[in-house]
């Protein structure tokens, strides 16, 4: 059984993985309602869905495929997923992570625009180079109305433990 097929990842460091990539997590963002960032269930991690925060803050709001480029869209993606990421640093330690088991990422559409699977692949993008075979995830990719805070994208992840 190959790891995509639900095999765990070999014992790695996911922290030291990402310092050979030049990149550093996040503060773990404050939520913005009454929910926690991550909860361990069993063998599982579900993070709440992460906005591109950086220092307390949105990096931009809109539309994407209106005010928002979907390449800048992208680049929301993956700091959601860092986010996520922190978040689930925070709870149980980045190293525990055997593999991703799944990204849902949600992304406030202008009308008429369709690419959400280009923009959530800023998030899936990141994951595979922080986690090789074992950052390969079933995935939605969802066009919404609007995203709270007027965030352009949100990002939620499922991660397997060792």
Known sequence: MTQAQGAPAPAQSWTRRLAELGIR?????APVASYVP???SGQLV?????LPFVEGG?????????????EDAAADAKLCALN???AVHELVGLD?????VRVVGYVASAEGFT????????????????????GQHARSAVGVAELPLGAPVEVELTVELR
Do not use: M
Request: glycine share 14%; hydrophobic share 45%; no cysteine.
């Open 115 to 134: 690419g959400q699977p280009r923009v959530v692949n800023g998030a899936s993008e990141l994951l595979g180079k922080v986690f090789g075979e074992a």
């Open 38 to 40: 991550a909860v361990r």
């Open 84 to 86: 996520a990421l922190a």
């Open 46 to 50: 579900f993070t709440s869905g992460q």
């Open 58 to 70: 949105l990096r931009r709001t809109g539309k994407v495929g209106g005010s928002v480029d979907p």
């Open 25 to 29: 997590l996040p503060p773990v963002a």
């Open 96 to 100: 525990s992570v055997a593999r991703i």
